[in-house]
């Protein structure tokens, strides 16, 4: 079973960044897709950011051009660089990993950021 174990979230103001960390509790060897979600009260949860084994990505339209994810398969860990953020950005953001035919979620991370 894996664990996955987010840091980073926290209170900012707006047009700053945040950096998101997410690492697995065990080996997931170039794990298919590691991915950030994120979820608003009385909002479905969303796709932020992707990146598969081979380092594609793939973002939200609301995120381009201000986020960027980062993958360290030697760290088993998947990062998502948030800068200029909006207040609009304040969800629970949720890491995913899709890793030898299973979905994994982390815990959630709140992200607030104020105007």
């Known amino acids: 079973q894996v664990q996955l174990v987010e840091s980073g979230g926290g209170l900012v103001q707006a047009g700053g960044s945040l950096r998101l960390s997410c690492e697995a509790s065990?080996?997931?060897?170039?794990?298919?897709?590691m991915a950030w979600y994120r979820q608003a009260p009385g909002k479905q949860r969303e796709l932020v950011a992707g990146?598969?084994?081979?380092?594609?990505?793939t973002y939200a339209d609301s995120v381009k051009g201000r986020f960027a994810i980062s993958r360290d398969d030697a760290k088993n860990t998947v990062y998502l660089q948030m800068n200029s953020l909006k207040p609009e950005d304040t969800a629970t953001y949720y890491c995913?990993?899709?890793?030898?035919?299973?979905?994994?979620w982390g815990q959630g991370t709140q992200v607030t950021v104020s105007s």
């Open positions: 065990r080996p997931i060897y170039r794990a298919n897709v």
């Open positions: 995913n990993v899709i890793y030898n035919n299973g979905k994994y």
């Open positions: 990146v598969t084994s081979d380092k594609s990505t």
